[in-house]
């Protein structure tokens, strides 16, 4: 989880995932929806589909224990250099290098290394291993992982508080400010798209399964149109997945993601009795049974800015 994301939005994820899941062989009996509904919200989806398939092959290969031996663990979905070194040396205290992002700031400031940290990653990499020590490794990894987060911070390094500061080469060159370098800012793309939001009597709203072979696979949604250029002024409603006197309901919402800026108009359709569509993908879910479906962000947060969840 703690892959891409930061500790402080993985925590809740993470204790609801363990009380349900508190070992391996529980895990490996999980279907990979129930872990996509624990995933929700969180992103990067392939990470909750990998750990699955990693937690069956544990269980069965490996009789329910983690393997220690990097290639063992390398062979595993979703475990690469960063986590099998995690595993190998915070679990089991061998000496494996951990290199996150605030690993390379730390080093990159207190060696003076200018420039950004991708431009350093050899140095950098050079610099942890001389760095990881013999014994005790398991201690190590996680606290120059910590001391990065807390001290040698991304934007406001606590060089005042620091234990290490003697040593370090940007504060006595006056560097901490410039190293690492910004990376270069990535341009948003700014796009639109529509979601029709079709209920019954009964309260049941039409939701579809993503099918598209991308990171939200298997996820749940409100029924969309394409995502298409703002400057594009073709009439989204066209998209609607069955004809109907579809109405726009409130303003346009801009919802941000890493990469796109996304305006997002919602169409209301209320319908009687539920028409039930060819596609086998589309469903009509009760509102109290919402839960059970793992839904993308942003559908939750139309159901959210609708009242409906
Ligand atoms: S002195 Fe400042 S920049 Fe240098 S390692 Fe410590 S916190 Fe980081």
Not at 50 to 67: E, R
């Amino acid at each position: 989880m703690l892959q891409q994301t930061g500790v402080k939005i993985v925590t809740p994820y993470f204790e609801k995932f363990i009380a349900k899941w508190p070992d391996i062989k529980s895990l490996a009996k999980a279907s990979e929806n129930e872990i996509l509904k624990y995933w929700q919200g969180l992103g990067y989806y392939s990470r909750g589909r990998n750990l699955l398939k990693t937690a069956k092959i544990i269980d069965i290969d490996y009789n329910g224990i983690v393997p220690n031996d990097l290639d063992d663990l390398l062979s595993l979905p979703g475990i690469g250099e960063y986590a099998s070194a995690a595993i190998r040396s915070i679990a089991f205290d061998k000496k494996a290098t951990v290199i996150d992002g605030n690993v390379k700031r730390v080093i990159a400031r207190f060696f003076a290394l200018s420039g950004r940290l991708k431009d350093n990653e050899k140095d950098i990499s050079a610099l942890a291993k001389y760095l990881t020590p013999n014994k005790g490794n398991a201690n190590y990894s996680q606290a120059i992982m910590e001391f990065g987060a807390l001290i040698c911070k991304p934007r406001q390094s606590n060089c005042s508080d620091c234990i290490i500061s003697h040593g370090c080469l940007s504060l006595k060159q006056g560097l901490v400010l410039e190293i690492p370098e910004a990376k270069i800012q990535i341009n948003k793309k700014n796009l639109r798209c529509a979601s029709f939001l079709a209920v019954d009597k009964n309260n049941s709203v039409l939701i579809t399964k993503r099918k598209n072979e991308n990171l939200l696979k298997d996820m749940w949604q409100l029924p969309s149109s394409e995502w298409i250029n703002q400057d594009n002024n073709k009439m989204l409603v066209s998209e609607a997945p069955f004809k109907g006197k579809w109405t726009e309901k409130g303003k346009k919402t801009n919802y941000k993601f890493s990469h796109i800026n996304l305006l997002n108009e919602t169409y209301i359709l209320n319908v009687s009795p539920k028409i039930n569509l060819c596609d086998k993908s589309f469903k009509w879910v009760s509102i109290k049974s919402l839960h059970k479906y793992p839904l993308v962000t942003l559908t939750k947060k139309i159901l959210i800015d609708n009242n409906l969840i």
